[in-house]
């Protein structure tokens, strides 16, 4: 039914910059919020960012003023722009809908690995 393909992580340094990509398909996402999450080994998934229908943002304290979330309705994809990247930014990313229950299921994720 509903798919999430997460792409665009990787192995960056410290400083560097990486654009993620999540790939939506069986729902279209012109009425929903949209949100971006990550989980570290041995840690629970976090909310990094969100964006609603209309385009508002908003952003972890943690990743304030270094990633930016965008969405393009008519390519049913959702983005994260992630730059000055951090170490403690290592992690998988998700995407899926800012809901308890999201989409129902999740993608496979997308691992940046920050290192030096």
């Known amino acids: 039914q509903v798919q999430l393909v997460e792409s665009g992580g990787g192995l960056v340094q410290p400083g560097g910059s990486l654009r993620l990509s999540c790939a939506v398909s069986?729902?279209?996402?012109?009425?929903?919020?949209m949100a971006w999450y990550r989980q570290a080994p041995g840690k629970q998934r976090e909310l990094v960012a969100d964006?609603?229908?209309?385009?508002?943002?908003n952003y972890a304290d943690s990743v304030k003023g270094r990633f930016t979330i965008s969405r393009d309705n008519a390519k049913n994809t959702v983005y994260l722009q992630m730059n000055s990247l951090k170490p403690e930014d290592t992690a998988v990313y998700y995407c899926?809908?800012?809901?308890?229950?999201?989409?129902?299921?999740w993608g496979q994720g997308t691992q940046v690995n920050v290192s030096s």
């Open positions: 069986g729902r279209s996402l012109r009425f929903h919020a």
């Open positions: 964006i609603t229908s209309g385009g508002t943002t």
């Open positions: 899926n809908r800012p809901t308890s229950g999201g989409f129902g299921s």
